[in-house]
């Protein structure tokens, strides 16, 4: 039996626990040994304040937000990339055999370590891979410590007929995950500290550390120049990046022991690997026995997709600090998408009941509700916080009306009136607000009790794509699904003041009056909704969109049932694809099909027919509103679930290509799509 060296853990007690065949989300080398392919699939973790790691499955780096720590260092914000990779080398039976693999900017791959990889799978959201070395199977895996800026990569032999040597060339640097470093003569200063190294950029920088309970650490300074970022060059921005190569860890492992290592902006991190893994493992067991406490015989009899997007819902829950707390609230909201966004307000609103309340997780819920509660002004929700910190932005109409919808489905799910009497107030005021009137000339229109919406060079509602002046969707009226979201906030107060022991009068009076005045946004001659009414300039734009599914979505639909049966009808021929709805017609002027090329190219792209995963969810809700028929809903959702395969692994994308074969775009992992998927599944089921 081999000896146990000090500190280099056994693994023998997990065995039977990781076999790779229980995972959902694997590959072989018809995956991994393919570069072209395993480098479009994208994995990720996080760590529930705002940072993330991530990259490919093949290892190279292909986007600038790939990283082993991007951290929050304003939780959930102020995101920077400290630490891009690991490259390592193996050494066994007397040769080298290199496992790391890098594009760069002359067009070479130097080294190819993928082709070493003999498989890659998901262990709950963990990522592990085995490299086959000689006879030997190395098992590598990377994970986070939930509430801090920490990473992991756990390195073990599982099978070798002798010792294997590992040399880990450790590539750093310290940016701004939005940018590129090109470094010039850039000198960091490393210092040797207890267990590893101090890394700080420059004076005033936040250090950060490398370290290992049982490694050797060397020291080095040394730039790797022009690492080459396909994907950036794909949304054509700067694609090439210089990483600094700070240190080398150095350990040799028996057949079944591990080595970690650790990366972390906290001076102080646990350096046992083992466990932090447990911890991790277990928190994730315990995310999923609470969905299945909630659910019960639906989450028993739920396909392995579904099980996986319970733990990706979790990757967007993040803490946020409130900065006018006077008591110990603990603030919660919700990351849009990795790997870029933020927490938006209309995004938190939207996912929050996907994400939370169809996860069994309503205590979470509440603390979003009450953590944006505090930022209302004007009557309206952020729209979004700085990525930088500071005060919050206010251009959206919709983030608002989302909150009541929010606030219903909470209390729908809890009953809890203690919560609802300290929303109650605060929701009458946003009424108020709307009817008097707020930013942007949002404001009930006196004449029809409608809700109109907009100015010059502003975007409200969500297709907000704006470049530099150019607002592509302006929007400016009375959009149809904001309208719908008004009528539906109205209902929502008339149904909820009993229980908060208010009059309902003032909200139904105003409800009914929208109600009646919905009926203009029939398009009679053509059998569906008009996407904006009353609009400068033009009137009533007959633009087909898929904004006119909320109208049936929504639990209070201000349509006759006819109209929603027709707008389903009409949105399932010329919206739906295998992964969401396409946000313009094919057949309508400006449609394009293919999401790409340069920031103004994407934009201008944006809701501009590129497919959203998101709407799936309203589309799947309005048809089981209209049909009742459960299995048809079913059918719709599951090509989007099986998306967990590609892309982001694990998780479902932003946007999709308008035209067929749909590849995924945007960000690998989104909020409102996960959320959307599972809040509809759920339905489906119930």
Not at 167 to 194: C, P, Q
Not at 367 to 392: C, E, H, K, T, V
Not at 559 to 588: F, I, N
Not at 600 to 628: C, I, K, M, N, S
């Amino acid at each position: 039996m081999a000896t146990r060296k000090p500190g280099v853990s056994s693994r023998r007690r997990r065995a039977k626990k990781d076999t790779p065949q229980n995972a959902e989300v694997q590959f072989g080398r018809e995956i991994c040994g393919v570069l072209d392919v395993a480098e479009q699939r994208e994995w990720l973790v996080t760590n529930g304040i705002g940072g993330f790691a991530s990259g490919s499955v093949s290892g190279n780096l292909t986007r600038r937000y790939h990283g082993l720590l991007v951290a929050a260092l304003q939780p959930p914000v102020g995101r920077m990339q400290l630490v891009a990779k690991l490259d390592e080398i193996a050494r066994f039976d007397g040769a080298d055999y290199v496992l790391g693999t890098n594009r760069w900017g002359s067009g070479a791959i130097e080294p190819f370590g993928y082709v070493h990889i003999e498989s890659f799978r998901l262990d709950g959201t963990m990522p592990v891979w085995r490299f086959a070395i000689g006879d030997a199977i190395l098992e590598k895996r990377v994970w986070m410590r939930h509430g801090e800026n920490t990473t992991y990569v756990q390195y073990t032999l599982v099978r070798g007929s002798q010792a294997m040597e590992l040399e880990l060339r450790t590539l750093i640097n310290y940016r701004d995950f939005h940018s590129n470093t090109h470094a010039g003569d850039w000198l960091m200063k490393i210092d040797v500290v207890k267990s590893g190294l101090q890394v700080t950029a420059f004076e005033g920088a936040i250090p950060f550390y490398l370290l290992s309970a049982n490694a050797k650490i060397e020291a080095r300074h040394q730039w790797y120049r022009d690492y080459f970022l396909p994907l950036e060059k794909y949304r054509g921005l700067d694609d090439l990046e210089d990483n600094l190569l700070a240190a080398v860890f150095r350990a040799t492992l028996q057949t079944n022991q591990s080595v970690s290592i650790v990366f972390s902006a906290d001076a102080n991190p646990e350096l046992d690997g083992d466990a932090t893994r447990t911890e991790n493992a277990k928190r994730e067991v315990d995310l999923l026995a609470q969905w299945s406490a909630a659910d019960g015989p639906a989450a028993t009899a739920a396909p392995g997709w579904i099980r996986q997007l319970i733990l990706a819902a979790d990757q967007f829950v993040v803490r946020r600090d409130l900065a006018d707390a006077s008591d110990d609230s603990d603030g919660k909201s919700i990351i849009a998408g990795y790997h870029w966004f933020g927490d938006w307000g209309r995004d938190t609103m939207i996912a929050l009941p996907g994400l939370t309340l169809a996860t069994g997780r309503a205590d979470i819920a509440r603390q979003i509700l009450l953590s944006f509660a505090r930022y209302i002004d004007g009557g309206m929700l952020p729209n979004n916080f700085p990525d930088a910190g500071g005060r919050p932005e206010y251009n959206t109409v919709d983030a608002a009306l989302w909150f009541f919808e929010a606030v219903r489905q909470y209390f729908a799910a809890t009953q809890d009136t203690e919560t609802l009497a300290r929303l109650f107030p605060i929701m009458a005021q946003m009424i108020d607000a709307h009817v008097a009137g707020t930013r942007y000339q949002i404001h009930v229109d006196d004449a029809d009790g409608l809700l109109y919406a907009g100015e010059s060079g502003v975007q409200l509602t969500w297709m907000d794509a704006k470049i530099g002046d150019w607002v592509v969707t302006p929007r400016t009226g009375k959009p149809v699904e904001i309208n719908a979201l008004w009528f539906n906030a109205l209902e929502t107060m008339a149904g909820l003041a009993s229980a908060a022991k208010q009059s309902a009068e003032p909200f139904a009076k105003l409800a009914a009056r929208a109600k009646e005045s919905f009926a203009k946004f029939w398009n009679s001659s053509a059998g569906y909704c008009y996407d904006v009414i009353d609009a400068p300039g033009i009137g009533n734009d007959a633009t087909f969109r898929p904004n006119q599914i909320l109208a049936v979505s929504l639990p209070q639909s201000p349509l006759p049932a006819e109209q929603q049966r027709a707008v389903v009808d009409a949105c399932a021929r010329r919206l739906v694809t295998s992964y969401g709805l396409r946000s313009l017609a094919q057949s309508e002027p400006g449609y394009q099909g293919h999401y790409g090329g340069n920031a103004r190219e994407r934009d201008g792209a944006y809701h501009q027919g590129t497919v959203w995963g998101w709407l799936l969810g309203p589309f799947v809700l309005a048809h089981l509103r209209v049909y009742a028929d459960r299995g048809g809903g079913m059918s719709f959702l599951e090509p989007l679930g099986k998306q967990i395969h590609s892309d982001g692994l694990g998780t479902l994308s932003e946007i999709f290509d308008g035209d067929a074969p749909f590849m995924p775009r945007g960000c690998i992992a989104q909020a409102w799509t996960v959320a959307e998927v599972l809040r509809a599944w759920r339905a489906t089921v119930s």
